[in-house]
């Protein structure tokens, strides 16, 4: 259950959140692949796989070694996509794809810490400019997520400055602590992915929300929350005062978060299918 209010004599605190099947019901990235399609960035074949690699995501997702392996495989894809085209693709469709899949649940529990008094902080392997305006929505303190690198030609390189993933999500986790303050102990987490558990073993109150067998077994042996998040809302129905449109210089690179869960789940779901075979 969350404090009403923080006693300010303490040091602060925050809540720190995964995004996707945490916040919003699905990835944020393949979320775009239509979009991409009509823009000319992905072509048809592409679409109607990252279509299947959603139901894969929204079934059960990916452990570490294929989330690694993904990473490696959006480089190629993503590299030589201009950072123009990709920008207003994604400001053109951010707010009517993303705001119809964000949890009643989680909006009203980032209301209840914000109350509180508690920072919160979203954290996401996803590209940092789809998740820096999802968190502008969200009303999000501040942001940690995945960096693209985009060369002097003002395309993406393919290559990966900075990865928000695993223990690297509880790394950025304490230094924020350090820098802002945060204690810890007293901190809050959720997630959905086992892949999260360095974060959530950063924090004091650490929550499983619609978690994957995984992380549902290491909730009930630790005894932490499980929480069940099902309830989409249209958030500027719910939070009018905090839908603005995107900053363009955000939402430059999110193509590249996209193509890598686009090109990583489809990889994924090929071997599945072979394997079964």
């Known amino acids: 259950m969350l404090s009403l209010v923080e006693n300010h004599s303490l040091p602060r605190t925050a809540a720190f959140f995964d995004l996707d099947k945490t916040v919003i019901a699905k990835s944020s990235t393949l979320t775009f692949s239509k979009s991409f399609y009509q823009g000319g ?4 074949r592409a679409a109607l796989r990252t279509a299947y690699a959603q139901f894969v995501f929204l079934a059960g997702g990916a452990d570490h070694d294929q989330m690694e392996r993904m990473r490696k495989y959006l480089s190629a894809m993503c590299r030589g996509w201009n950072v123009q085209q990709v920008k207003e ?24 810490h914000h109350t509180a008094g508690r920072d919160v902080v979203i ?47 509880a790394e950025a986790i304490k230094e924020l602590a350090a820098s802002e303050g945060y204690d810890l102990d007293r901190c809050y987490a959720y997630s959905d992915s086992a892949t999260d ?81």
């Open 197 to 277: 558990l360095p974060m959530l073993e950063s924090v004091g109150h650490p929550h499983a929300v619609n978690p994957d067998r995984a992380l549902r077994r290491e909730a009930i042996a630790r005894s932490w929350p499980i929480l069940d998040f099902h309830r989409p809302v249209l958030l500027k129905q719910r939070l009018p005062s905090l839908s603005v449109p995107p900053r363009p210089a955000l939402v430059a690179a999110a193509a590249i978060g996209a193509a890598a869960a686009t090109a990583g789940l489809v990889w994924y779901a090929s071997r599945r299918r072979a394997t079964a075979l």
């Open 123 to 169: 954290v996401s392997t996803s590209g940092a400019e789809v998740v820096e305006p999802i968190g502008e929505l969200l009303g999000a303190d501040r942001v940690v997520a995945t960096r693209m690198v985009v060369g002097d030609d003002g395309c993406f390189t393919g290559e990966v400055e900075y990865y928000a993933y695993g223990p690297t999500k």
């Open 41 to 44: 960035l992905i072509n048809r």
């Open 89 to 112: 693709i994604v400001a053109e469709t951010l707010h009517d794809l993303i705001d119809p899949i964000i949890y009643d649940e989680a909006a009203s529990l980032i209301e209840e």
